[in-house]
């Protein structure tokens, strides 16, 4: 059996004035550099079993796009 300090300074309930002041959205820029989530459309979700799937599908695409761009530059 555990025992309690009676000197505790937790009360069972507090009031918001003893709280103090909260500031609002404190840690959202910070959550927001460490997590990217992105939003599938269902139909785009059905097709893709895992997020490794839709990254590799993605950087496919990218380096379809860089070679398209690279072989417009060399041909003008």
Do not use: H
Not at 13 to 32: M, Q
Not at 43 to 62: G, K, P
């Amino acid at each position: 059996m555990k025992k309690t300090d009676k000197n505790d300074e937790l009360k069972p309930e507090y009031t918001r004035e003893e709280l103090g002041k909260g500031t609002r959205a404190k840690y959202f820029d910070s959550y927001n550099k460490a997590n990217n989530l992105v939003l599938l459309r269902p139909e785009v979700a059905e097709v893709f079993a895992t997020d490794e799937d839709v990254n590799e599908a993605l950087m496919s695409l990218i380096r379809l796009a860089r070679q398209s761009a690279g072989q417009k530059k060399k041909t003008a």
